[in-house]
């Protein structure tokens, strides 16, 4: 297990460790070679009113279930399955606060010394960045008790230096936006 406390290590972690599990981009060994894929679920649609929808004075409030939607279908970095699909994420897990620009997400590793948690962790956020407006601060952590690193993997998230050397890093970069590809659907 590797865990990283500094910017510069937090692209190599995640460079490294993609390098040598990522089967479905073209690498070859896999941390958890058997995941178990869970039944998604179609969301209820909600009932709005038209003219409201359309009235640009009208703020629009966000809510769990707008952004499980925006983050349902990023794709695993070692699987061709859904974050969804892997129960990494699931809509009970987000928790918004509209009214205070607040958003936290927890999402659960698949095994407890997940070497992708990070890299998860990244792809969540990177999506949340280009889908919500700038107002939001958001928290990005693993559930409790889920991860052997969680402590770590939990401070390298949600701190912005490391996440934006992180994303310097064109290769990490080009597996984020790989995971996050086709995702508005």
Known sequence: ????????????????????????????????????????????????????????????????????????????????LTLEQLKVMSLENIHVDDANSRIKIYFTPTIPHCSMATLIGLCLRVKLLRSLPPRFKVDILITPGTHSSEAAVNKQLNDKERVAAALENSHLLTVVNKCIAHTDK
């Open 1 to 80: 297990m590797i865990c990283v406390l500094v910017s510069s290590e937090f692209a190599s972690l995640s460079f490294d460790r993609v390098g040598a599990t990522r089967t479905n981009m073209g690498l070859q060994e896999k941390i958890n070679a058997n995941p178990t894929v869970y039944a998604v679920a179609t969301p209820a649609r909600k009932k709005f009113d038209v003219d409201e929808a359309l009235d640009e004075d009208v703020a629009d409030p966000f809510d769990s279930d707008e952004v499980f939607e925006i983050l349902r279908h990023i794709n695993d970095p070692e699987h061709p």
